[in-house]
């Protein structure tokens, strides 16, 4: 997946986290359904953004960006515990 699509990922998860709320926000959605999709939204959001960051690192130090392979949800979720 290369910087722009990534980017373009990051954007379509942005869009479904706003409409998530909005839906909560005017009663289309329940607070249970809001949370359990905001919560898949965010991790996938945390994937993709460690991803993008690891990506251009890779570049600034000389190395192959394409060759970064995507961390697992927990290894990005769990990276600051």
Not at 32 to 58: K, M, N, P, S
């Amino acid at each position: 997946m290369d910087d722009r699509t990534l980017l373009a990922r990051i954007r379509e998860l942005v869009d479904e986290e706003h409409e998530l709320r909005t839906r909560f926000t005017t009663g289309q959605l329940s607070a249970d359904e809001e949370h359990a999709r905001l919560g898949a939204v965010e991790e996938a959001l945390d994937q993709c953004w460690d991803l993008l960051r690891r990506r251009r690192a890779a570049r600034e130090t000389g190395g192959d960006a394409d060759s970064v392979a995507p961390r697992t949800t927990g290894e990005v979720e769990s990276y600051l515990q």
